[in-house]
């Protein structure tokens, strides 16, 4: 495909999640979908967990109390939202942010599943339990965190880095020794990154 071709295909794909029916109470709960942002045709994807109220509202993902984090770990590498893409293992806030029921994955896993096909990746960055269970089909976030995996995806292999959620970060009280061990996590990205 061209880039002007996988351009076409996202925006396609954006319009065809835009009013997704799939899962009721999602939809009932939500303000709008949230497809993601940033570079389409970057080499890094990001996949979080699930949009929560900041990104609910403003229709982007990680740009609450989570993103702030997630942004300082990106610049504390020279990374910047630009360079990457960011989206969701789903594109819809669940009621009171509570966690993704695996129907619900699955409901959103073709368009995932497509979304890396068009994008072709090199790496993908799994941000927490959930992200990493659907690319990986592998549990236990603290114990693989920051290690490579290549694995094959979409037919194409793919090197992923399991990192902590930002709000497991919050929720610590601000750890240090546990932004510390993030940090390291995103210098372990940025070194991929360099030698793709």
Do not use: W
């Amino acid at each position: 495909m061209s880039t002007q071709e996988r351009l076409a295909a996202v925006e396609a794909l954006k319009l065809e999640y835009k009013n997704c029916h799939r899962c009721p109470n999602l939809v009932k709960s939500r303000t709008q979908v949230v497809f993601g942002s940033g570079n389409p045709l970057a080499k890094i994807l990001f996949i979080g967990e699930a949009p929560g109220a900041s990104e609910d509202q403003q229709g982007v993902p990680f740009v609450g109390a989570s993103g702030k984090v997630l942004n300082e770990l990106l610049a504390s590498v020279g990374i910047s939202r630009d360079d990457i893409f960011i989206t969701n293992t789903i594109l819809c806030r669940p009621p009171e942010n509570r966690n993704p029921e695996k129907e619900e994955v699955g409901n959103c896993s073709n368009r995932l599943t497509t979304f890396i096909e068009i994008m072709q990746p090199t790496v993908i960055v799994t941000i927490g339990n959930f992200a990493t269970e659907r690319i990986l089909k592998k549990k236990g976030i603290t114990a693989i965190r920051g290690k490579v995996f290549t694995t094959v995806v979409s037919g194409r292999e793919v090197s992923v880095v399991p990192v902590i959620h930002p709000a497991s970060y919050l929720y610590s009280g601000r750890n240090p020794d546990m932004f510390k061990q993030m940090q390291q996590d995103f210098k372990t990205i940025a070194s991929l990154i360099d030698t793709k």
